[in-house]
């Protein structure tokens, strides 16, 4: 937008130099040019066209927003994203269903499965997460299982910095989460795990499902194998983004091999493994400092911080108020997947923007060439060979081309509003593409609009 407007001003400044030297050129040669000639022609040159229709562009982008149910607080956001380079997202719900089922229970050397069962219920009682309550019914459903009252149970809740959660109940501590958690909790390292449990944990990371450990006070009791499911389409959008120049960065929870497992199926370009807020904070600033725009969403509190830092940061409106207040676009629906879309809405932003901008610049030259010739034939003759367009007179040829500058902005009101289509390319195709369709069309249409208009005068005897 500042490079638009500098540019914009640039051309002015020069249109007004050329303009204003226009006249001590015609008296040179024993001639004059009235100052309403010169008015009217400092009026046709200046680039109206792209600034007449720029708050058209912004309204529809945000329009467009509205229709996918996001609420944009500022255009700025909206054109952000159109200039975005990396996007984060969250794997849960983003990239897959976000509904990661207990399929399997793997217990560890000297454990039954009763024990293991009853360890896993219990530290799943009080989680209250699809993935908790998916545990509880798998249990319910594979042996019958005497059940504390809720109101018995001391809850330890979950939070991204332990990363596991539980309760304490008789005395007992039942805890569960993620591998290097509960073994950290049990003052365990990876090479003290059981070697068959250790196996079994790998081959579920592999795979691309999610291993939870159980445990007890000072002993580790099994896995649980948390499974979950890549949307359909999803690594096709990733491509796409790719040929736009767009990396996509996958932001989970999950070890290291459950990440790599699931980025390689869905095609994303890079993971961050095992994230907490402060590594999602820390990625942005790192891709920030190195002059990218950033883009990712978010609901939770511990987000908003990362979202307040983003470029474009999308916060659910189910979310929390912290995260809803740190975002500058909210999705009404909840839909971690709509971030995809808001980047489309803002590069079709930018590239309508770009070809109405080709389309004026050329436009506006094309004036100059088309004018000056039947301007200055009477003063010199020498020009007359350029006046291909044989215009009437100077003021036919003055007032056609300010009725064709009016015509053109409202003619073009219909394109910002529909935008111009983006398609899966790398930033110089779509310059090529625009340059030929708009930057060729810019210059052809003064031509044409402004002989069929001093044609239509001249028949209606108005000059």
């Known amino acids: ?73 500022s255009g700025r956001a909206v054109e952000a994203a159109g200039d975005v380079h990396t996007l984060l997202l969250d794997k849960t719900g983003t990239i897959t269903f976000g509904n990661r089922r207990c399929s399997a229970l ?21 989680d209250d997460t699809p993935e908790g309550k998916s545990i509880v ?57 059981p070697e068959v449990l250790a196996r079994e944990v790998q081959q579920i990371a592999q795979s691309g499902g999610t291993p939870l450990l159980v445990a007890t006070d000072g002993c580790l009791l099994g896995a649980i194998h948390l499974k979950d499911v890549i949307k359909p389409g999803i690594r096709e959008r990733f491509s796409e983004l790719r040929r736009m120049g767009i990396r996509t960065v996958m932001v989970t929870g999950d070890n290291p091999l459950t990440a790599a497992a699931i980025a390689a199926e869905a095609g994303v370009d890079d993971v961050i493994a095992e994230a907490t807020p402060e590594k999602k904070l820390q990625r942005i600033r790192s891709e920030q400092a190195d002059g990218k725009l950033v883009a990712m969403c978010g609901d939770g509190a511990n987000d908003a911080p990362a979202l307040a830092q983003a470029d474009v940061g999308l916060a659910m409106n189910d979310g929390t108020q912290a995260a809803r207040e740190a975002a500058n676009l909210v999705d009404l629906d909840s839909d971690p997947t709509k971030l995809l879309d808001v980047v489309q809405v803002g590069k079709e ?49 003055i007032l056609s081309a300010i009725v064709f500058n009016a015509l053109i902005i409202v003619a073009l009101i219909p394109l910002a509003l529909r935008g111009v289509r983006v398609q899966a390319a790398d930033a110089s195709s779509l310059l090529r593409r625009n340059l030929l369709i708009y930057g060729l069309g810019g210059i052809v249409a003064p031509f044409v609009g402004i002989k069929l208009i001093d044609l239509a005068m001249v028949a209606l005897g108005l000059v």
């Open 137 to 193: 019914e798998y249990l319910r459903a594979l042996q019958p299982i005497d059940e504390p009252r809720r109101e018995s149970l001391d809850v330890v809740p979950f939070s991204a910095e332990t990363r596991l959660s539980g309760v304490n109940w008789q005395g007992v501590q039942y805890r569960k989460g993620a591998v290097d958690s509960v073994l950290n909790w049990l003052g365990l390292t990876r090479g003290e795990m």
């Open 106 to 126: 793997f217990k560890a050397p000297g454990v039954t499965t009763p024990e293991l069962a009853h360890a896993a219920l219990l530290a799943s009682l009080a």
């Open 349 to 397: 932003l930018l590239v309508t923007r770009g070809a109405l901008t080709t389309f004026s610049i050329a436009n506006d030259v094309a004036k100059y060439f088309a004018i000056l010739p039947a301007l200055f034939a009477g003063i010199y003759p020498q020009l007359g060979a350029l006046n291909l367009m044989q215009l009437h007179s100077p003021q036919s040829a």
């Open 1 to 73: 937008e500042i490079a638009l407007d500098i540019l914009l001003i640039g051309m002015t400044l020069i249109f007004l130099l050329v303009v204003a030297t226009l006249q001590p050129f015609a008296r040179y040669a024993g001639g004059d040019l009235p100052l309403v000639y010169l008015a009217a022609l400092l009026v046709t040159l200046i680039p109206t066209t792209i600034g007449g229709l720029l708050s058209a562009i912004g309204i529809a982008g945000m329009d467009r927003l509205v229709r996918l149910n996001v609420i944009a607080k």
